[in-house]
């Protein structure tokens, strides 16, 4: 039986999972561990504003826009008037 890609994914996020886990342990409790978690916790800022802010940029438009946006491209006039 085949593995589905969704298979493969889910063991590919569990396992960086589980390095992403040892290298925040090892960055704690090794030498210089508070250099390293200041340098973690930016990367995790960051990488949180970067996801919002490209989350906010691909926002779907609401429906009263794709209805407006498709009236300006055909031309068409509201209020069941035909153009003629």
């Not at 342990?25 to 960051?46: E, Q």
Request: proline share 2%; glycine share 12%.
């Amino acid at each position: 039986m085949r593995v589905s890609t969704s298979d493969r994914f889910e063991h590919w996020t569990r396992g960086l999972g589980l390095v992403a886990l040892v290298a925040l342990a090892w960055s704690v409790f090794g030498p210089g561990g508070v250099f390293w978690t200041a340098v973690l916790a930016a990367g995790l800022v960051g990488s949180a504003v970067a996801t919002a802010l490209l989350v906010r940029s691909r926002q779907a438009p609401s429906l009263a826009q794709v209805i407006a946006t498709a009236e300006k491209e055909t031309g068409a006039v509201g209020s069941g008037e035909r153009k003629r």
